[in-house]
T-cell receptor, first 112, second 114 residues
Framework: SQTIHQWPATLVQPVGSPLSLECTVE??????LYWYRQAAGRGLQLLFY??????ISSEVPQNLSASRPQDRQFILSSKKLLLSDSGFYLC???????????FGQGTRLTVV | SQKIEQNSEALNIQEGKTATLTCNYT??????LQWYRQDPGRGPVFLLL?????KEKRKERLKVTFDTTLKQSLFHITASQPADSATYLC?????????????FGKGTKLSVKP
């Protein structure tokens, strides 16, 4: 069966520090991968999606970037965090674009 | 741009009653519509998917309807239980535009009282 791992679960970082969140999927090949952010009182916002290694599409221009160095690994990064980057970050995968998505447990990021 | 609205931020009902949650959208009709459950501090969990050419889909105590004329989906939980308390999200997939990505509503927080 397929599983998705996302870490860390919680993170407190100072403004201006770098960020690296990692997500890996097991039990499937060539998944579609997604990074979402969920801010307090707001819906899930799609940040990046990837249909294959090295293929990254950004939905919202911002302070973040994503990379997919391996088929089942998706990384969310920032060189310098802003206060507004605080939120609940979720990695997800699906077999095909638009089909049911399977989410990781999320990372609660607080920028102080 | 597409807008997705879930009828209310919170819904409180008594155990045993049917909970009905609403998801409305504007502009184009989606290819499919999905419903997810999210518990506090956790990632969403997929519940049901309904396609644009389907009117209704059922799974155990859950039922989803899809009315492309009204641009609305209704999500029903029959014989609700306190364990059904969670936030429920609707998500739409549109042709073109975001090229098949899921676009989520803000969710409705359901509380089922014993």
């Amino acid at each position: 069966s397929q599983t998705i791992h996302q870490w860390p679960a919680t993170l407190v970082q100072p403004v201006g520090s770098p960020l690296s969140l990692e997500c890996t999927v097991e039990g499937t090949s060539n998944p579609n991968l997604y990074w979402y952010r969920q801010a307090a009182g707001r819906g899930l916002q799609l940040l990046f999606y990837s249909v294959g290694i090295g293929q990254i599409s950004s939905e919202v221009p911002q302070n973040l970037s994503a990379s997919r160095p391996q088929d089942r690994q998706f990384i969310l990064s920032s060189k310098k965090l802003l206060l507004s980057d605080s939120g609940f970050y979720l990695c997800a995968w699906s077999f095909h674009r638009g089909t049911e998505a399977f989410f990781g447990q999320g990372t609660r990021l607080t920028v102080v | 741009s597409q807008k997705i609205e879930q009828n209310s931020e919170a819904l409180n009902i008594q155990e045993g009653k049917t909970a009905t949650l609403t998801c409305n959208y504007t502009n184009y009709s989606p290819a499919y519509l999905q419903w997810y459950r999210q518990d506090p501090g956790r990632g969403p969990v997929f519940l049901l998917l309904i396609r644009e050419n389907e009117k209704e889909k059922r799974k155990e105590r859950l039922k989803v309807t899809f009315d492309t004329t009204l641009k609305q989906s209704l999500f029903h939980i029959t014989a609700s239980q306190p364990a059904d308390s969670a936030t429920y999200l609707c998500a739409l997939v549109f042709y073109g535009g975001s090229q098949g990505n899921l676009i989520f509503g803000k969710g409705t927080k359901l509380s089922v009282k014993p």
